[in-house]
């Protein structure tokens, strides 16, 4: 039955095709039934309502992600690498990503989470890790080729681990007999992170407006750090040596203005809107950088919602 509905989809004008579809997810739970993608509106939105003080994320995940989803046959994957310091957003826009790709969100079987420190801790166990994350790979795109496959903590990666991805990040149509062109692979890293945040200060001292900050301004040196740094998992890694990410996506450090914006979006969550004093309270109780300043929180929001828990 699955297998009529299937080709009836491929050769059915366009409103019976809408039914044949209807009709085989109701019976099915094949990924692109689950796959409802709303760029444009959705996830656009969520980035410029609930992402704080990241002009160049913003712009470059909403295009990318648009971009390629436009394109019913890629020629390779998308390839994000999210570079910044702790509390920045890099977590928060790849989890925005999951939401807005698939109906079931992040607890979709299709999304892919990977931590360094949990599933790949043993540094003499990197062969073993390397052909495990493989068959893990090749499986899961097997079963869908449009599966998201997020990489955190890459900081944390053992060297050498994550280059076994190489084949599937390529041009090649087919790799291990897998289709797997129409798949998205986030890795987040706080790799780069000095580069970034000295060009942030930078514009500060000098007066200038953050949003001046273009990504010609950081990606070279963002790479450079990665592919050099022996704490990146990026590490003299083929997967750079082959120009292999489609972009990497600086996120600047936060002044006490964003934090005090996360400080009220966390608020309002929590139906406290007005409690302007717990914003002053806590925007205050964060650690700023450098001595000399004090212009960008050491931790950007990650502290926010423990601190409100103080001062509420």
Same mark, same amino acid.
């Given at each position: ?27 099915? @739970? ?94 003499? $166990? ?28 890459? $900081? ?37 992170? @000095? ?15 953050? $949003? ?101």
């Amino acid at each position: 039955m699955l297998a009529v509905l299937a080709v009836l989809l491929l050769f059915a004008p366009q409103p019976a095709c809408s039914v044949f579809q209807r009709l085989y997810c109701t019976i099915s @739970d094949s990924c692109e039934c689950d796959f409802k993608p709303n760029i444009r509106a959705d996830l656009e939105w969520d980035l410029y309502r609930n992402l704080f003080g990241q002009h160049l994320a913003q712009d470059i995940v909403s295009e990318e992600v648009a971009k390629f989803l436009q394109n019913k046959s890629p020629e390779r994957p998308l390839v994000l690498s999210f570079h910044g310091s702790s509390g920045t957003g890099k977590t928060l826009v790849s989890s925005m990503l999951g939401n807005h790709l698939y109906g079931s969100a992040m607890s979709s079987p299709y999304v892919h989470q990977f931590i360094p420190t949990l599933h790949f801790p043993l540094a003499n $166990e990197v062969q073993a890790y390397r052909e495990g994350l493989r068959r893990w790979v090749q499986g899961n795109l097997t079963e869908c080729a449009r599966s998201v496959f997020i990489f955190d903590e890459m $900081e944390k990666m053992p060297p050498g681990l994550i280059d076994i991805l190489e084949p599937f990040l390529g041009p090649s149509h087919v790799v291990f007999r897998t289709n797997y062109r129409k798949a998205i692979y986030i890795f987040i890293s706080t790799t780069g992170e @000095d580069a970034i945040n000295q060009l942030a200060l930078q514009h500060r001292q000098a007066g200038r407006d953050r $949003e001046e900050i273009r990504l010609e301004d950081l990606e070279e040196a963002v790479a450079h750090s990665v592919y050099s740094s022996n704490t990146s998992g990026f590490f003299n890694s083929s997967i750079i040596q082959q120009k292999l990410i489609t972009r990497f996506v600086p996120f600047l450090p936060l002044t006490r203005l964003h934090v005090e914006r996360c400080i009220r979006s966390q608020l309002c969550q929590r139906d406290s809107c007005g409690r302007l004093d717990v914003v002053e309270a806590v925007g205050g109780d964060m650690i700023y950088s450098p001595v000399k300043g004090h212009y960008f929180s050491t931790t950007g929001c990650k502290t926010v919602p423990a601190k409100i828990n103080l001062f509420l």
